[in-house]
């Protein structure tokens, strides 16, 4: 990942890109399905958990940011 990133910012100087590991892109893969409303099981699948729990522990976070997301639609709905 580092040389991918190396030769990418050498070849294009105005679009450098900040260093990154691979299991940094795994998190943003993981984290911005979350956020897009995929279902738990489904993106614990993609990421090879044998039980959505432990996407769930990893990523509580961003369930935390669904739900008061939730909790303001809710409430805008509510008060017309």
Same mark, same amino acid.
Request: proline content about 6%; charged content about 15%; glycine content about 4%.
């Given at each position: ?57 990893? &990523?509580?976070?961003?369930? &935390? ?16």
């Amino acid at each position: 990942m580092p040389k991918l990133i190396e030769t990418h910012n050498k070849q294009n100087p105005r679009a450098q890109l900040p260093h990154a590991r691979l299991h940094d892109l795994r998190h943003i893969h993981a984290t911005t399905l979350l956020l897009a409303g995929v279902p738990v099981h489904v993106v614990a699948a993609r990421l090879g958990h044998a039980d959505p729990a432990i996407t769930l522990r990893v &990523y509580a976070h961003v369930i &935390y940011e669904q739900a008061a997301t939730a909790a303001e639609v809710f409430a805008r709905v509510i008060n017309g």
